[in-house]
């Protein structure tokens, strides 16, 4: 089944331990991206890829870094938590670069993070 | 920052077309308009996209007008599972796709 896989789904952390949210995609597609969603104001970008090696910085990247390595897998690294960074995050990925004819996101179910 | 304009939330009786219209003024000649939709906190949906010509598929109708600068959504027998947050988007470059704050969509029975 072709789908975006995120993991934790649920995580409750502490400030300042460093912590990982793994996202694959099982569909080939060169572009990912990672978002947060809070009450109030909608999906915000944090970082996307537009392939391997090319990352860039969506609206809100402060304390936030990613990788991408492989085609496959776009990780979401949090150094050092804070608790503003409590948020529901999802990764999503299209093809290409979303925005152009078929070009859509596919997304995960999400990542809810609690930072204490 | 997105370009799109939707109201924030609308009502629909169960049964009844609903109508979610959406503001684009500023788009250009070949962008795209995507909707997508969230049912509560799951991942967010692709519904349908158009570039010019009115679209339809299984989920929904997509009415763009002719000087493109809005747009409305028809899903035509709204149900409650249809009840979700509602996503008018155009495309941002380089970046992708921004989503704004959507249309709050509450079927009623």
């Known amino acids: 089944e072709a789908q975006v896989t995120q993991n934790p789904r649920y995580l409750i952390t502490v400030t300042g331990k460093k912590l990982t949210v793994t996202c694959s995609q099982n569909m080939n597609h060169e572009y990912m991206s990672w978002y947060r969603q809070d009450p109030g104001l909608g999906l915000r970008q944090i970082y996307y890829s537009m392939n391997v090696e090319v990352t860039d910085k969506g609206d809100v990247p402060e304390g936030y870094k990613v990788s991408r390595k492989e085609k496959r897998n776009f990780p979401l690294i949090l150094e050092s938590p804070s608790p503003n960074q409590t948020s529901l995050y999802f990764c999503a990925s299209s093809l290409k670069a979303p925005g152009f004819g078929a070009n859509v996101l596919t997304f995960g179910a999400g990542s809810r993070l609690t930072v204490l | 920052d997105a370009k799109t304009t939707q109201p924030p939330s609308m009502d629909c009786a169960e049964g009844r077309a609903a109508n979610l219209p959406c503001n684009h003024s500023?788009?250009?000649?070949?962008?795209?308009v995507y909707w997508y939709r969230q049912i509560h906190s799951q991942g967010p949906q692709y519904i349908i996209h158009?570039?010019?010509n009115n679209e339809t598929n299984e989920m929904a109708s997509l009415i763009i007008t002719e000087d493109r600068k809005s747009s409305t959504l028809i899903l035509p027998h709204a149900t409650l599972r249809d009840t979700a947050v509602y996503y008018c988007i155009v495309r941002v470059a380089p970046s992708g796709l921004i989503f704004g704050k959507g249309t709050k969509l509450s079927v009623k029975p």
């Open positions: 500023t788009i250009s000649g070949n962008e795209y």
């Open positions: 158009g570039l010019k």
